[in-house]
């Protein structure tokens, strides 16, 4: 079992800054990635971010490429999503998620286990 809890979330006006974090507790295993997602109303979750647990290596989303970056500790257990030039469409609840599926790390269908989500709010 792996446990996440999202931190960080938050009002922003456009071109600002917001720092989330994940903390995570339970099993993990360096094969985990973990990944950072976001839901808008009536939209679909999308992917953000993932980074592997047991290396470095990064992945985003075409949409936040050079604003967000996805950064890990591991002797700290978290996860944390650093946005800048935050934009309106950036308005979402955003969660962090695991998975142990190293190949596809973009399909939300496939992270077994999720945080309660924190809402991110982006003004224009």
């Known amino acids: 079992q792996v446990q996440l809890v999202e931190s960080g979330g938050g009002f922003v006006q456009a071109g600002g800054s917001l720092r989330l974090s994940c903390a995570v507790s339970?099993?993990?295993?360096?094969?985990?990635?973990m990944g950072w997602f976001r839901q808008a109303p009536g939209k679909e979750r999308e992917f953000v971010a993932a980074?592997?647990?047991?290396?470095?290596?990064?992945y985003y989303a075409d949409s936040v490429q050079d604003r967000f970056t996805i950064s890990k500790d591991n002797a700290k257990n978290t996860v944390c999503l650093q946005m800048n030039n935050l934009k309106p469409e950036d308005t979402a609840v955003y969660y962090c998620?695991?998975?142990?599926?190293?190949?596809?790390?973009?399909?939300?269908?496939?992270?077994?286990?999720w945080g309660q989500g924190t809402q991110v709010t982006v003004s224009s």
């Open positions: 339970g099993r993990t295993f360096s094969r985990y990635i």
């Open positions: 980074i592997r647990w047991g290396g470095s290596s990064t």
């Open positions: 998620a695991a998975t142990s599926n190293g190949l596809y790390y973009n399909r939300p269908t496939l992270y077994g286990y």
